[in-house]
DNA sequence: ACAAAAGTGTTCCCGTTACACCCATGA
DNA sequence: TCATGGGTGTAACGGGAACACTTTTGT
């Protein structure tokens, strides 16, 4: 018998909201339901905490499943307990949002989960309270995108300027000067021009530049706004 | 039967960082723990979900237990979910913050719930994980109080600027100079002079104000630094 | 040659900071 | 009268915002 036994227990589950550029687009990973409740419904990906596994760790189990990977850049977004937000059972829910990069998923295992990339722009009526959910992270992300250098995480390895102003654009919701941007982004040591070009985008070809995690040190300033 | 009944349940627990401004110094309600696990040690003010209420109800019922206040200002912070965050048995907790004004408890109903206010700057070893609550809790009301009009939730109905001026500088940690202080206030409408003295503190008396929450448009930009 | 995207500096302005003295009062 | 805390203005500075043209290259 334990400490607790006269306490009620509750399902507890993780819910992802993992973010990815698509063809140029920010985009939700997001699942039709192939169960009740709900069935048929959009939602983000999600799971049941088990026993002996840390809610960050079944966060990262829902990362994994999805994209074989382990270090996935992952933040707590909140919990969510409303007695009937589940319309199944009782679910008390932490959401997590994710960042993927475009080579940190495949396209035939996310088929697989009946998962399916949505721009943003473009969402479909939502199932559960995940709509609110997806309102908080969208909160959460603009302060964060503001203020660390997880941006990245979206990009490839090797990106452009014009990528990263067109991803910071989107997430902040406003257009940016260009000027101002570069200037911005000069000023921080961690963003390091490569010398190599991409011309998918342009016959003159943009420089591709990556993010040195080595240089970047967590009290340096980082603004970009 | 329900749809997820193979699923396992887990005790859900909201714990309370309970901030109040004792003797003009920031403070933490913290209890004894009158019960293993952990009895003895000294911890924030917690308490077990129920059945049929939702996790904010929960810490909602907390507060009103220990103030008979329903209007408590409360925000969450995240949820704590490490397998071995409660020695006893495995409990997944939801943080939450509240503010309390010296009118909004009675410090007989407190010591009933061997409650005491402890200053921050004095806090002693807390059980659980609690220390990293009380670090998380402390870094979202420090981005909170430079941003939203929340700090006069600490502060009687009626308030003077050097009150104010040190409880801001004991959240944001560090000495704001008198008149860029009082010249930021000034701009933000929803802080109104009266033409009341309070004689407590010097004898020449430092004017009385209060917040006026009609005033406050939540679009309204409310910096203090 | 031209279209289409990448790249580049300077000026102005406003908000932030730094800073020192007088005021009111009770003891 | 003096000690104590409350209250007041201005000048210098720096970061942010606004702004337009040149470069490259494939077609």
């Not at 382990?70 to 679910?91: C, K, L, N, T």
């Not at 302060?143 to 250098?149: A, G, K, Q």
Request: proline letters at 7%; glycine letters at 8%.
């Amino acid at each position: 018998m334990g400490y607790y036994s006269d306490k009620p227990r509750f399902y507890v589950a993780v819910d992802c909201i993992i973010f990815g550029v698509v063809g140029g687009r920010l985009c939700l990973l997001l699942g039709r339901r192939r169960f009740d409740p709900e069935k048929g419904k959009w939602s983000v990906m999600g799971g049941f905490v088990q026993e002996g596994e840390s809610i960050g760790d079944a966060a990262r189990r829902v990362l994994l499943n999805l994209t074989g990977l382990r270090d996935i850049y992952m933040e707590q977004v909140g919990a969510f307990g409303s007695v009937e937000r589940d319309p199944g059972e009782r679910v008390i829910s932490i959401a997590y949002y994710a960042l993927l990069g475009p080579g940190d998923y495949d396209p035939a295992v996310l088929q697989a989960n009946s998962a399916e990339w949505i721009p943003l722009d473009n969402l479909p009526p939502l199932g559960f309270d995940h709509p609110l959910m997806v309102e908080k992270t969208l909160s959460l992300i603009r302060s964060r995108f503001s203020t660390e250098p997880i941006g990245f995480n979206l990009l490839p390895p090797l990106f452009t300027l014009p990528q990263l102003q067109t991803l910071y654009e989107t997430i902040l919701g406003q257009p940016i000067d260009k000027r101002n941007f570069r200037k911005r982004i000069a000023e921080i040591p961690s963003i390091v021009k490569t010398d190599l070009i991409d011309k998918t985008n342009s016959r003159r070809g943009a420089s591709l530049y990556r993010f040195d995690a080595e240089r970047f040190s967590p009290d340096s300033k980082f603004v970009i706004k």
